[in-house]
């Protein structure tokens, strides 16, 4: 007990013997960098004493500059990050390679070609091209310019919407066979014309409703309607409905709702296809007639009646004062792109009916011995406007400036309660492409005379334009001769029945 005492009281001594040797052994080295520290502040501090002497505008200047050479040697940094980085991973490979070198061929790994492959993309940023695949190597160069149906008016706007359909792939699995077909031909303009494009509609939805069967725990007067809802939105993708249509489906729909859902689905659905018989008959075939009677009573003989493009009913009055042995002549004025006209001057021909044929620009000498002017009709706005294909106002303007009576002859069908004041807000934009169509022309003349090569020009292909009330003399309907005004009271009339 008493060595071990004695040794602890020798320890301290010991450490405090040996401790100020050991401070002054650890003070030796860490005299050096305090020196040298000193030494290199020495410069420092002077450059601070001299910048006391700088006024804050120069000390202003001087930050300036340094930001300035800054911001450039940051631009040439990143300039030269190309080259830098494929001398970066040179080094990287070399240095990669002697490692390599060192390590045992049991621990060697192959190397990674992705790596290679980037070092490649650096070195060579835009001197080779990218390779194409077979199919690409052939066609056209990646910078091309923008197609003219691309370009859009801005206050047209409103009418451009979805590209019509030229095809039936994408259709919907519960679109009719008929109703494919059929929404093609109107937008070949197979089927063109109000009437045509009515009759056409409802005699498809026909057969819509015989193929029909009713989901199990559904009824027809809720289901049905629904499927026709997918047909009618085909058809639209294909062209935009016309009044007719319009007023020919909301009474389908009508009709439909008023089955009692407990009626048997055979008896239901020959309810329908008989009441869609009697639509047409009563609504357009029996109108029709109507109507050319009234308005083949006005022609006398030594008449000279001047039309617009084609119309049935228009067709339909001149074969059957022809028919009358009542002797006129018939001029018809026509445009483009459709050019509906010379069908009219065909069928006209054929009968034995004298007719001549004048295009549009030729109007004002076209219409100087001219009569009458039978005009046929899209629609009859409830303000008493005609809604027509375009170039029927530029027709009524012009008669009306001659004092020519302007007939309209339109089907109470045509007629609804919209209102329009001009052709912008409401009108069909058709593609326009057609407006460079020149039928009977090669191929090789259209692509030499196409405008869509042309740099600032976009097409407009309208439809229908707009004719004023104070242009038209009288509008004639299976419900008797009447005024422009008397519209709105044909519609309800019309309606109601």
């Not at 060595?3 to 013997?17: M, N, W, Y």
């Not at 450039?72 to 494929?86: D, L, R």
């Not at 018939?330 to 009219?344: I, Q, T």
């Not at 004023?468 to 009271?489: A, F, K, Q, R």
């Given at each position: 007990?008493?060595?071990?005492?004695?040794?602890?009281?020798?320890?301290?001594?010991?450490?405090?013997?040996?401790?100020?040797e050991?401070?002054?052994?650890?003070?030796?080295?860490?005299?050096?960098?305090?020196?040298?520290?000193?030494?290199?502040?020495?410069?420092?501090?002077?450059?601070?004493?001299?910048?006391?002497?700088?006024?804050?505008?120069?000390?202003?200047?001087?930050?300036?500059?340094?930001?300035?050479?800054?911001?450039?040697?940051?631009?040439?940094?990143?300039?030269?990050?190309?080259?830098?980085?494929?001398?970066?991973?040179?080094?990287?490979?070399?240095?990669?390679?002697?490692?390599?070198?060192?390590?045992?061929?049991?621990?060697?790994?192959?190397?990674?070609?992705?790596?290679?492959?980037?070092?490649?993309?650096?070195?060579?940023?835009?001197?080779?091209?990218?390779?194409?695949?077979?199919?690409?190597?052939?066609?056209?160069?990646?910078?091309?310019?923008?197609?003219?149906?691309?370009?859009?008016?801005?206050?047209?706007?409103?009418?451009?919407?979805?590209?019509?359909?030229?095809?039936?792939?994408?259709?919907?699995?519960d679109?009719?066979?008929?109703?494919?077909?059929?929404?093609?031909q109107?937008?070949?303009?197979?089927?063109?014309?109000?009437n045509?494009?009515?009759?056409?509609?409802?005699?498809?939805?026909?057969?819509?409703?015989?193929?029909?069967?009713t989901p199990?725990?559904?009824?027809?007067?809720?289901?049905?309607?629904?499927?026709?809802?997918?047909?009618?939105?085909?058809?639209?993708?294909?062209?935009?409905?016309?009044?007719s249509?319009?007023?020919?489906?909301?009474?389908?729909?009508?009709?439909?709702?008023?089955?009692?859902?407990?009626?048997?689905?055979?008896?239901?659905?020959?309810?329908?296809?008989?009441?869609?018989?009697?639509?047409?008959?009563?609504r357009?075939?029996?109108?029709?007639?109507?109507?050319?009677?009234?308005?083949?009573?006005?022609?006398?003989?030594?008449?000279?009646?001047?039309?617009?493009?084609?119309?049935?009913?228009?067709?339909?009055?001149?074969?059957?004062?022809?028919?009358?042995?009542?002797?006129?002549q018939?001029?018809?004025?026509?445009?483009?792109?459709?050019?509906?006209?010379?069908?009219?001057?065909?069928?006209?021909?054929?009968?034995?009916?004298?007719?001549e044929?004048?295009?549009?620009?030729?109007?004002?000498?076209?219409?100087?011995?001219?009569?009458?002017?039978?005009?046929?009709?899209?629609?009859?706005?409830?303000?008493?406007?005609?809604?027509?294909?375009?170039?029927?106002?530029?027709?009524?303007?012009?008669?009306?400036?001659?004092?020519?009576?302007?007939?309209?002859?339109?089907?109470?069908?045509?007629?609804?309660?919209?209102?329009?004041?001009?052709?912008?807000?409401?009108n069909?934009?058709?593609?326009?492409?057609?407006?460079?169509?020149?039928?009977?022309?090669?191929?090789?003349?259209?692509?030499?005379?196409?405008?869509?090569?042309?740099?600032?020009?976009?097409?407009?292909?309208?439809?229908?334009?707009?004719?004023?009330?104070?242009?038209?003399?009288?509008?004639?309907?299976?419900?008797?001769?009447?005024?422009?005004?008397?519209?709105?009271?044909?519609?309800?009339?019309?309606?109601?029945?």
């Open positions: 007990m008493v060595s071990v005492l004695d040794t602890s009281q020798d320890a301290p001594e010991r450490a405090s013997s040996n401790g100020p050991k401070d002054s052994e650890a003070q030796k080295p860490s005299k050096s960098p305090a020196t040298s520290n000193s030494k290199k502040n020495m410069p420092e501090k002077s450059a601070v004493q001299n910048s006391e002497n700088i006024s804050g505008a120069e000390l202003k200047k001087r930050a300036k500059a340094e930001k300035a050479a800054k911001r450039a040697q940051i631009k040439q940094e990143q300039q030269a990050t190309p080259s830098h980085a494929s001398k970066g991973n040179k080094s990287e490979n070399n240095k990669g390679r002697t490692q390599k070198d060192s390590i045992p061929p049991s621990a060697q790994q192959p190397p990674e070609n992705k790596q290679h492959k980037s070092n490649d993309f650096l070195s060579k940023p835009s001197q080779e091209p990218l390779q194409l695949r077979p199919g690409q190597q052939h066609g056209p160069t990646p910078e091309l310019e923008p197609k003219k149906e691309t370009q859009k008016l801005a206050f047209l706007g409103h009418l451009y919407g979805v590209p019509r359909r030229t095809s039936i792939s994408g259709a919907g699995k679109v009719h066979p008929s109703i494919l077909a059929l929404g093609i109107m937008s070949n303009y197979v089927i063109c014309g109000s045509a494009r009515c009759v056409s509609t409802l005699l498809v939805f026909k057969k819509v409703i015989d193929a029909y069967t199990l725990g559904t009824s027809l007067p809720r289901h049905l309607t629904l499927h026709l809802s997918a047909q009618i939105d085909y058809l639209v993708s294909c062209r935009p409905l016309s009044i249509m319009g007023n020919a489906i909301r009474w389908l729909k009508l009709a439909i709702s008023t089955i009692d859902p407990d009626t048997p689905e055979d008896q239901a659905k020959s309810h329908l296809c008989s009441a869609i018989d009697t639509f047409i008959h009563e357009i075939t029996v109108a029709g007639q109507a109507i050319a009677s009234s308005a083949s009573s006005r022609i006398q003989d030594g008449d000279i009646i001047l039309t617009f493009a084609k119309s049935s009913i228009v067709e339909r009055t001149l074969a059957e004062a022809y028919h009358q042995g009542k002797n006129f018939v001029v018809v004025v026509d445009s483009g792109p459709l050019f509906e006209g010379r069908n009219l001057v065909s069928a006209l021909s054929s009968l034995g009916l004298a007719t044929y004048a295009p549009i620009h030729a109007l004002a000498h076209a219409i100087q011995d001219a009569t009458k002017v039978f005009l046929g009709a899209h629609a009859m706005m409830s303000n008493g406007r005609l809604y027509s294909r375009i170039g029927t106002a530029l027709v009524a303007m012009m008669a009306k400036d001659l004092d020519i009576p302007v007939i309209v002859l339109c089907e109470s069908v045509k007629f609804t309660d919209k209102v329009a004041l001009d052709s912008i807000a409401t069909e934009l058709a593609p326009s492409h057609e407006l460079g169509y020149h039928r009977g022309a090669s191929d090789k003349d259209d692509e030499e005379g196409d405008w869509r090569s042309a740099t600032n020009l976009v097409g407009l292909n309208l439809m229908y334009d707009l004719t004023p009330t104070e242009y038209i003399h009288m509008v004639i309907t299976e419900y008797g001769d009447l005024p422009p005004s008397s519209v709105p009271v044909v519609q309800r009339l019309s309606t109601n029945t």
